[in-house]
Each structure stands twice: as C-alpha cells, then as structure tokens.
C-alpha cells in the first residue's frame, strides 16, 4: 500500500483573501498508482522527490521525473499515473486565492503549460541558488508548524516562499516586465485598497487613482479575479472584518468603523452577505 500523509489546514487560516493554504501531503506511490480523470476545485502543486510518472491534462501528457512538478489548476480535467517499475514519491499544496492566478501567471504556469522544473535554466545568477532544495523539505516544514503558535501565520509564509520560489524556476521571458500593464493597474488598485479600506472610499476613488476609467478597472478585476471591483473591496473589507473580530476587545460597532462603515447595521448586512454569519456569530466560532 502507499504510505499517504495529508493535512487539512485549520478552518481559521482560510479566511485569508490574498492567498489560502488549505491542505497539503506527501504520497509514495505504488507502481501504477493513478488519479483520475477528475476534477479538483482549488489550484494543486505537487513536486516530484524520486521516481517517474505521467500528468496529462487539456489532451496533453508529459512524462515527468524528480525535481519535477505539475499545477492541476481549478475544475480541470486531469489524470495522473506513477510509473510501473520506478513509481513516484511526491508532495503536494492545495491553496486559493485572489493572488493565486497572478503569482502563478509570473511563475509561467497556467493549464496551457502546467509543469516546472526546479532547476533554474539560463540565468547564471540563479543556477547558484538552486530551490529544489526548498521544494524537498517544505513538506516537513509544514508538519513541523501544526503545534506551534502562529501557525497559521507560518503555514502562509511558506506557502508565500513556495509561490516565490515557482516564480525563480521560471524562465526568465515569462516574468512580466512592463510596468504599465493590466497586471500593473491592478497592483496599483489592491496596494490603494489595502491603504485606505479603512477609509469611505469608493470604485470611483481607486479608478480616479490609478487613472482608468472605472468600468474598465472593474473589468480587469473580473478577468483576474473572477469579482468587480466593487466585489473584490467588499471583500476585502469584510476579510480584514474577519480578523478583528478575533479581538475581544473591539465591539462591532469598532470593527464596523475600522473597515470603513459608519453604519454598524449596513456592516452587519455587509458581512453575512460575503461571510454567511451575522459578525457576532462569526465571532462566536472562533471560541
């Protein structure tokens, strides 16, 4: 039988917007052990240690070895297969979020092209500093974190360096430079958003301060993310409500303010729509 090791991830780190850890493992196959075809709902990285297998995803199969992984992004169709005579031993990282598909897209890895190499290739500077080494052990790191305080904290910061260190096994033409891109708008939106979501500001205010025209923002949001601008501030304010409400200290009438609603009632309205819990019940569950 394989020997599998899978964590599911504290419901409370899943409040995090930007980027979710939500599970993670390690599996060492028997010959010809197979997943699929099937679907997954949340973007999947695994990471080949030792041996071989094949990952076939948009009719399209790659046969792919140690120091070695593949991306399985959300709802599609994949298939995957460890070797009869030299079966695979790999880790894994299931995660969301409304960074994940920008931190993917500058590691170069999206269902057309879902496999990477550990190896940095053609940069001299990078070759020095190989991150397999990282990609081996960050299972063992994960683990080692369960029982600590703050480890939802320290779980995301090494989700956050994995991410990094896709971004470094990239070559190099992959990684967007222009800097006035869309990407770039929409960098500029979340930075004045995580800035100012305490204040009463508006679409209008982060489309007049990027200087685009606010359909247009929105629109690049809806593209990247999947929500309007307007989705995406409610969002986050309700996430970052989500935080401060672990503070008994703070009523919800305080958190209502802190996140840029003078109207504890229109809050609580807010909240339950993005959260489905009232903010004291959401309160309650953290006991």
Same mark, same amino acid.
């Not at 169709?77 to 994940?100: I, K, T």
């Not at 800097?179 to 004045?192: F, G, L, P």
């Given at each position: 039988?394989? @020997?599998?090791?899978?964590?599911?991830?504290?419901? /409370? &780190?899943?409040?995090?917007? *930007?980027? &979710?850890?939500?599970?993670?493992?390690?599996?060492?196959?028997?010959?010809?052990? &197979?997943?699929?075809?099937?679907?997954?709902? /949340?973007?999947?990285?695994?990471?080949?240690?030792?041996?071989?297998?094949?990952?076939? #995803?948009?009719?399209?199969?790659?046969?792919?070895?140690?120091?070695?992984?593949?991306?399985?992004?959300?709802?599609?169709?994949?298939?995957?297969?460890?070797?009869?005579?030299?079966?695979?031993?790999?880790?894994?990282?299931?995660?969301?979020?409304?960074?994940?598909?920008?931190?993917?897209?500058? +590691?170069?890895?999206?269902?057309?092209?879902?496999?990477?190499?550990?190896?940095?290739?053609?940069?001299?500077?990078?070759?020095?500093?190989?991150? +397999?080494?990282?990609?081996?052990?960050?299972? !063992? *790191?994960?683990?080692?974190?369960?029982?600590?305080?703050?480890? !939802?904290?320290? /779980? #995301?910061?090494?989700?956050?360096?994995?991410? +990094?260190?896709?971004?470094?096994?990239?070559?190099? +033409?992959?990684?967007?430079?222009?800097?006035? &891109?869309?990407? =770039?708008?929409?960098?500029?939106?979340?930075?004045?958003?995580?800035?100012?979501?305490?204040?009463?500001?508006?679409?209008? !205010?982060?489309?007049?301060?990027?200087?685009?025209?606010?359909?247009?923002?929105?629109?690049?949001?809806?593209?990247?993310?999947?929500?309007?601008?307007?989705?995406?501030?409610?969002?986050? @304010?309700?996430?970052?409500?989500?935080?401060?409400?672990?503070?008994?200290?703070?009523?919800?009438? *305080?958190?209502?303010? =802190?996140?840029?609603?003078?109207?504890?009632?229109?809050? =609580?309205?807010?909240?339950?729509?993005?959260?489905?819990?009232?903010?004291?019940?959401?309160?309650?569950?953290?006991?």
């Amino acid at each position: 039988m394989p @020997r599998i090791n899978v964590d599911l991830i504290h419901p /409370s &780190s899943q409040g995090q917007m *930007d980027l &979710s850890l939500l599970f993670f493992g390690k599996e060492e196959c028997v010959p010809g052990h &197979s997943w699929g075809p099937g679907l997954r709902d /949340s973007y999947l990285v695994h990471y080949v240690h030792s041996g071989r297998g094949v990952f076939s #995803l948009l009719d399209r199969t790659y046969e792919l070895e140690a120091g070695q992984g593949f991306l399985i992004p959300p709802s599609a169709l994949v298939f995957y297969q460890a070797d009869e005579e030299n079966p695979w031993v790999y880790s894994w990282f299931g995660f969301r979020g409304l960074h994940a598909k920008s931190l993917l897209q500058q +590691a170069g890895l999206t269902a057309e092209f879902p496999v990477f190499r550990t190896a940095p290739i053609g940069n001299p500077l990078l070759d020095r500093i190989n991150p +397999a080494g990282y990609f081996e052990h960050f299972h !063992d *790191d994960l683990v080692a974190v369960r029982e600590e305080r703050g480890r !939802d904290a320290l /779980s #995301l910061s090494i989700l956050y360096r994995l991410m +990094a260190e896709l971004i470094r096994c990239a070559p190099e +033409a992959v990684t967007p430079r222009t800097s006035c &891109s869309k990407e =770039s708008y929409v960098r500029q939106a979340i930075e004045y958003i995580e800035n100012h979501y305490s204040q009463k500001i508006s679409v209008q !205010d982060i489309a007049r301060f990027v200087g685009l025209d606010r359909t247009y923002l929105s629109g690049l949001f809806k593209s990247q993310f999947g929500l309007s601008l307007q989705a995406f501030l409610l969002e986050y @304010r309700m996430n970052r409500a989500v935080d401060l409400l672990r503070n008994k200290e703070l009523t919800v009438s *305080d958190v209502s303010r =802190s996140v840029g609603y003078t109207d504890p009632f229109l809050f =609580s309205k807010m909240f339950k729509k993005v959260t489905g819990l009232s903010p004291r019940n959401a309160r309650g569950t953290e006991a």
